[in-house]
């Protein structure tokens, strides 16, 4: 049964491969035939390649020096504080935990020097029972203009000497106004994901940064000259100490595959109709040479 089934088979691919053979032979000849059709078609293949490398070369030309973010880098030394903007919010008071005198003396000279420096910051300051802020009203939750968590400081200290070799805190703070995160704007769409935009790209908006470069920094810095002054019982002059930070790591940014994404489906689909149109041409052609 294999045998007899399997002589068809070969049969029938003996006949395709005929007909093939016979198709591709007076395409050769019909080619031959018309020269100068034939030199039309391979230079419009070129001519589709010159198009999309010369696409390629203008974006590049005219966006890559743009937009191409600049490579990891350390920038200059700086202070904080002199970016910090005055307080756009109806936050005015800053909490902190535990509640102990070495906390207190901390978290009040750095308000304090921040008044001194900074247009509008708020001068209120609070403990708080709970280092979750479970305690707070809902109305307190949103007076908070920052949180401040000593979270190796316990209620035994009571002076410099009992502070710890090294002290940790968190920082946290609203962002509300001027300086809200608009998470839901700066997350990245689906489209942006499926065109290949590099995570390092959304680190130069300015709105993921600006909490963070015009209020939270400069808080940060006062906090750290107030321990040093709480520990070292020396005022530092607050041009004594700086902070270093880095820029974003390098990226490119290919605007081919982005801004003029829509450019690579159309030119394909340029080309795909040409094709069309070609070989629907030849065949009505061929139709009518048999008519005659």
Known sequence: MDQVDNQPRRGGCMKFLGEYKALLVKMLILTKRKRKQTIAEFL??????????GMRYLLDRDHNGLRQIPPLRQLPEFRPFDTMLSNSTTAN?????????????IVTTAVNNLVQHVSGFPNGTQVIPDSTISSLTDAQVQSIFAYIYFT????????????????????????????????????????????????????????TMVNYTTQFLGVQYFIDLSIIQYVTNITPSESSVYMNHFECPDVYVDQLHSGFNFFV????????????????????????????
């Open 93 to 105: 008071m800053t909490y902190y935990y535990p509640n102990n005198p070495c906390t207190t003396a």
């Open 44 to 53: 419009l293949a070129y001519v589709f390649v010159a198009l999309l490398l």
């Open 265 to 292: 489906p159309l030119f394909f689909s340029i080309i795909y109709l040409v094709t069309f149109v070609l070989n629907l041409g030849y065949i009505v052609e061929e139709r009518a040479n048999k008519t005659k």
């Open 152 to 207: 190796n400081i316990n209620s035994s200290c009571t002076n410099p000497s009992s502070m710890p070799d090294q002290i940790q805190y968190t920082l946290r703070m609203q962002e509300n106004g001027l300086n809200f995160y608009y998470a839901q704007s700066v997350k990245p769409s689906k489209k942006d994901i499926l065109w290949k935009h590099a995570p390092e790209e959304y680190c130069q908006e300015n709105r």
